[in-house]
């Protein structure tokens, strides 16, 4: 089921939010009229350009993804949210055959997929609390599609896209809108650090298509050219198969 939801007047977290992605999200959020974000970032400094643009529509609050301390005060500080954007991860690749692999799949896990489940079960009651909300989380389109450099990095994005699934079922139940985000070559640091930066299209791609697809009550964002090139492949079996019950799958016994 369809759950509609639009930004505008709206209090809204958004992790990693000083670089990338993130400030894209925190520039369109408020764009559209949120009334306030909260920049989620490990160093309070590195949201300083923000303040000087937004002033106090925007809230800088300390987070470290590794340290679950910093996850469960912050839930405590933002107790008024009612958009949470899971932006931040940790790109650190490595193909199965690599000596670091193992270390590159432990810090993935670590960061990428441990410290969604910490931020959803941190978030979850605030959510509830304040009326329902909605929750993002950023994928990617290695969620979906491995390449070999990039096999432990992408098996992370397959786990949180698992977890995403859960979590439109368990919040939907407290009328929560989840929206999966799936993008490809975006402009941020993590594709210069992964060689991809040549044809990278612009964060705010991301961001806007971020609002439009809470908006229409989509479950899925493929948000940029090759994102929604493989979006298109993958449709009919999101439809069919991701976004229906899996009660409908059970075989008759009798």
Not at 78 to 100: E, G, R
Not at 130 to 141: D, E, K, R, T
Request: hydrophobic content about 45%; charged content about 20%.
């Amino acid at each position: 089921m369809k759950m509609a939801y639009d930004i505008n007047g709206k209090i809204a977290l958004v992790t990693g939010a000083n670089r990338g992605i993130g400030r894209a999200i925190v520039d369109a959020f408020l764009h559209h009229g949120a009334t306030k974000v909260y920049a989620a970032v490990r160093n309070l400094d590195s949201a300083d350009p923000l303040i000087e643009q937004y002033g106090d529509m925007v809230e800088p609050v300390q987070l470290d993804l590794a340290k679950p301390e910093t996850i469960v005060a912050m839930a405590v500080r933002t107790d008024d949210a009612q958009v949470i954007v899971n932006n931040a991860a940790v790109y650190k690749a490595a193909t199965p055959l690599d000596s670091d692999a193992i270390d590159a799949l432990e810090l993935a896990m670590k960061i990428n997929v441990f410290g969604l489940v910490r931020m959803a079960q941190a978030f979850a009651p605030v959510l509830r609390e304040n009326g329902g909300g909605a929750f993002v989380q950023l994928n990617s389109i290695a969620s979906l599609k491995c390449s070999s450099n990039f096999a432990t990095h992408s098996a992370s994005k397959a786990a949180t896209y698992s977890i995403t699934q859960a979590l439109r079922e368990l919040l939907g139940q407290q009328g929560t809108a989840v929206l999966s985000v799936h993008p490809g070559l975006i402009a941020t640091d993590m594709a210069s650090d992964a060689g991809l930066a040549g044809a990278a299209e612009p964060p705010s791609l991301v961001a806007e298509g971020i609002v439009a697809a809470l908006k229409s009550g989509d479950f899925h964002l493929f948000p940029d050219t090759m994102a929604q090139r493989i979006g298109r492949a993958y449709e009919s079996f999101s439809k069919s198969i991701i976004e229906v019950d899996i009660e409908e799958y059970k075989t008759d016994r009798h």
